[in-house]
């Protein structure tokens, strides 16, 4: 049987009973409005979040890390080579943190093509004396130009220009915090000295401000070359190498194979930084959560008004089904009413979702921690868009299904002879 | 010989709320194509019940029923419904039309559902009927702007519309005048002799009854004359 009659008594009975049809249409409206803004406000806020420190992770970091050699002297004996030794008091030993032969492997990881980027990294304790004050931090040496590709460093460059780093020999850029403890400013010079005991004026590039102020009291950055300089080491001398990948979800086992490979320590960043993951998905689930809620609501709306109409509708139906619709055309008609009401009410959902994310984008959301966000973080994930469309599809479906149904059983002959 | 347009044979029909009555006993009879048949009897013998089992609506009774040749006890829901689109036009003992349809709209439904002819010659169609029952003025008001009288008219040109084989009436003129019923007899009469349909009446108007070819009379739930 033809769609286009079906669809055409489906739409008389809706045109007859328009108020009801608009209310439950408004109801799947409301429902995937709300879905959609609160889906990309906690989204955009999950990656404000992440970005706060996902982004500017490695998602594996390869180091050497000081530790007791697993092969004591003992276990090399003849004399003990069938007993089990118990040694007590083993200190570490051979202070190396340097990576052996860094510049090779970091030669080798560039052709990963599995590999977003590969940067090298210097970390080592410092003091910044200023006047008779004396602030310990950690000045990290780095490749300024990997680290602005793959880590997002300007972002939080509020004063200067960190490509300066490159350009002034003997420079560093300080966190604002720390700056401000000792009265420095752009151009100043800070003077340096290294556990120990070697000492240097940098001069004062750029500032920057991640938003934790941990970090912006005790972390600055300067060159790799400076920074080697700064320790008395050779140009190989590198303590860290850091990767970013395509995929970071490939990132634990990537780590496991780097490490046996390099023969170095190797963390990866869900290992390191569990905690976020916990609470991503958390936030995502509550928003899922809530919006579907909505939706299973405005279901029981249509259901109702299905119900409600098909009770108001019995001589219809019965007359239909006397004149030669089956019971499965009636029921197509209902299923064609609440699909109806679900098509319209998600289009105009989605728009609506779509406007009111975008309202919330407008809105000022200025914070000393966020030097980047000047407005609410939203997130514009088509998925959003599309689970929306269908979960209020599928949820309309449902709802018009046993009142179709029932439309499709009603007896002509019960409702012609009870007149 | 030719296939009869409808065969009953030993209907019986119970009703079981709140008792177990027996409303149609052991009704067997036959209607020829283009037989003029009225039915007739007092009121609670069972007329209507019947009625609703021969359009194939009511399916829940014992016997046979053959329209054209087939029996319908071996038919599904929608093959009856496709049966009663096509060969059966039944006019109701309350006219019942689609109120949220125009009057034109109601007489095209069941045309538009047989989908054998195209939307404008359906139109057209639907607008021949109604002129022959003299309603084609009103074919663009909705049904319940209509009086009892030409609702009862629409609801014969509905049943028109598929040029059935079998046209079932439960007292299609209760609600006309005089002049009315004599035009839906002479109809009626015209479409048995000219078109070959076959006309099932149920009627308390004696005097339409006595024009028609054949009187079923029944009684408590059979046939005692026929
Ligand atoms: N649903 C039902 N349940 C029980 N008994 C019923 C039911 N419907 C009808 N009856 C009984 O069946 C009998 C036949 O009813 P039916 O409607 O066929 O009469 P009728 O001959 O059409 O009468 P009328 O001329 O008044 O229309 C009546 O006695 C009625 O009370
Ligand atoms: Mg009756």
Known sequence: ?419 | METPALAAKNIVKYFSDPVTVKVLNDVSFSVNRGEFVSVIGKSGCGKSTLLYILSTMDTEYQGELYIDGENMKLKDHSQLADVRNEKIGFVFQFHYLLNEFSVLKNVMLPALKLARLSHEEIEFKAMEKLKLLGIENEARKKANQLSGGQKQRVAIARALINDPLIIMGDEPTGNLDKKNSDIVFDIFKQLASEMKQTLLIVTHDQEFANKTDRIIEMEDGAIIRQ
């Open chain 1, 1 to 419: 049987m033809k769609f286009a009659l079906i669809f055409d008594i489906a739409r008389s009975l809706m045109l007859a009973r328009f108020r009801q049809t608009l209310i439950a249409a408004i109801g799947v409206t409301f429902s995937i409005t709300m879905f959609i803004a609160l889906l990309g406000f906690m989204n955009g806020l999950n990656s404000l979040l992440d970005g706060l420190i996902l982004n500017r992770t490695p998602h594996i970091r390869l180091y050497n890390e000081i530790k007791p050699n697993e092969k004591q002297p003992l276990l090399l004996s003849e004399e003990f080579r069938n007993s089990y030794p118990f040694i007590h008091s083993i200190k570490p030993s051979g202070g190396r943190i340097e990576i052996h032969n860094a510049l090779a492997i970091m030669a080798e990881l560039k052709k990963d093509n599995r590999i977003l980027g590969v940067s090298p990294k210097i970390v080592s304790q410092v003091f910044f004396n200023s006047g008779s004050v004396d602030i310990t931090g950690v000045i990290n040496g780095v490749d300024i130009d990997q680290e602005t590709r793959l880590y997002a460093f300007n972002d939080y460059v509020i004063d200067g220009k960190s490509s300066d780093l490159k350009l002034v020999p003997n420079s560093i850029i300080l966190g604002k915090a720390a700056a401000q403890t000792m009265m420095l400013n752009i151009g100043d010079l800070v003077q340096v000295t290294t556990p120990t005991g070697e000492r240097m004026q940098l001069k004062i590039v750029a500032f920057f401000q991640s938003g934790l102020q941990e970090l912006d009291k005790t972390q600055s950055y300067a060159s790799i070359s400076t920074t080697q300089k700064l320790m008395g080491k050779s140009n190989n001398y590198i303590s860290e190498i850091q990767i970013k990948l395509h995929d970071m979800n490939k990132a634990p086992a990537l780590a496991k194979q780097f490490a046996e490979i390099f023969n170095v320590q190797a963390t990866d960043i869900q290992t390191a930084n569990s905690q976020f993951e916990t609470g991503s998905s958390v936030r995502s689930i509550i928003s899922y959560a809530v919006g579907i809620t909505l939706l299973i609501v405005a279901g029981f709306g249509i259901y109702n008004i299905l119900n409600m109409m098909i009770y108001e509708k019995l001589d219809t139906i019965a007359i239909l089904k006397a004149t030669g619709f089956s019971g499965k055309d009636v029921n197509r008609i209902f299923i064609t009413i609440a699909l109806t009401i679900g098509i319209f009410g998600a289009v105009f959902g989605l728009l609506l979702g779509y406007l009111s994310s975008y309202g919330i984008d407008q809105i000022p959301f200025e914070t000393e921690a966020l030097p980047t966000i000047k407005t609410y973080p939203v997130a514009y994930n088509i998925s959003f868009y599309v689970i929306g469309g269908v979960f209020a599809l599928v949820t309309t479906y449902l709802a018009g299904f046993f009142p179709a149904r029932k439309a499709g059983r009603v007896d002509p002959v019960v409702i012609i002879r009870g007149k």
